[in-house]
């Protein structure tokens, strides 16, 4: 009988890492590497995507870099061809590229902002899942993790884009693992609260408003980047074989009160 830590291995494997330049993105692909994966990094951050291909090289891992804007379809499909073609096969996708813009209320939010934040946070998850799938499911299945949020579980005031894009991202998720889960693909979310990242960059915070958002969360404290790639590297690995449909909260407790 397999040892249930061995099940956390991730040697063989090839996953895809969209929003992998920075912050929860490169510490995933970071890790997944550490656990033996081979990753493709997608980013439009080149500099940022190429410095995460040289760590995980540097550290004896296998990586590529493949610009990639997720919300055009033709460089999703091109990523994914990239990453067969070049690693071998796809058993993983962790879809994780998004954007933050705060709008000031949706009386005042103009269509453009609302589009821009739509079209990376839910259009190009959707795309990632859709590419990601044709191909598993036509070659022994695979896991998906989407990039959800606190903010798609909760009301957010003055983020009703991002806000609507992560709820989104929840619908999105359970649709597709309904769909697809008989057929050998897993699906699930991962719903982080507010993690230390250049999204939300604490050292242009005051004292007061990094006081702020250290008590919304009941564990008294921001996330760290390495703890959602501890969840995603999880649900993409056999540890997590019969969890499918479900959306994760890493976040401190910000979604229990």
């Not at 699906?187 to 960059?201: H, K, R, Y």
Request: some cysteine; aromatic content about 4%; glycine content about 16%.
């Amino acid at each position: 009988m397999q040892q249930a830590y061995s099940k956390l291995d991730l040697t063989g494997r090839v996953i895809i890492v969209t929003g992998g330049g920075s912050g929860i993105g490169q510490e995933t692909a970071k890790l997944l590497a550490a656990r033996g994966a081979a990753v493709a990094v997608a980013d439009v951050n080149d500099t940022g995507g190429e410095q995460t291909v040289a760590a995980i090289s540097a550290a004896g891992g296998r990586a590529i870099y493949v610009r990639t804007d997720v919300s055009r379809e033709a460089e999703v499909e091109a990523l994914v061809a990239a990453t067969v073609k070049r690693l071998g096969g796809l058993h993983g996708g962790f879809n994780n590229a998004g954007i933050f813009r705060k709008d000031g209320g949706l009386g005042r939010l103009s269509l453009d902002n609302w589009q821009s934040v739509i079209d990376i946070n839910l259009t190009g998850v959707f795309l990632c899942v859709k590419h990601q799938i044709a191909y598993m499911i036509a070659n022994g299945g695979g896991s998906i993790v989407n990039t959800a949020s606190g903010a798609g579980l909760v009301g957010t005031p003055g983020a009703g884009a991002y806000c609507a894009s992560k709820h989104g991202v929840v619908g999105l998720t359970r649709a597709a693992s309904a769909e697809y889960s008989a057929r050998g693909v897993r699906v699930n979310a991962i719903a982080p609260g507010m993690i230390e990242t250049p999204m939300i960059d604490p050292s242009r915070l005051d004292a007061a408003a990094r006081e702020g958002l250290n008590r919304a969360h009941p564990i008294g404290r921001m996330g760290q980047a390495g703890e959602i790639a501890e969840a995603a590297a999880w649900l993409l690995s056999e540890a997590s074989s019969y969890v499918t449909g479900t959306v994760v909260p890493v976040d401190g407790g910000y979604t229990s009160i």
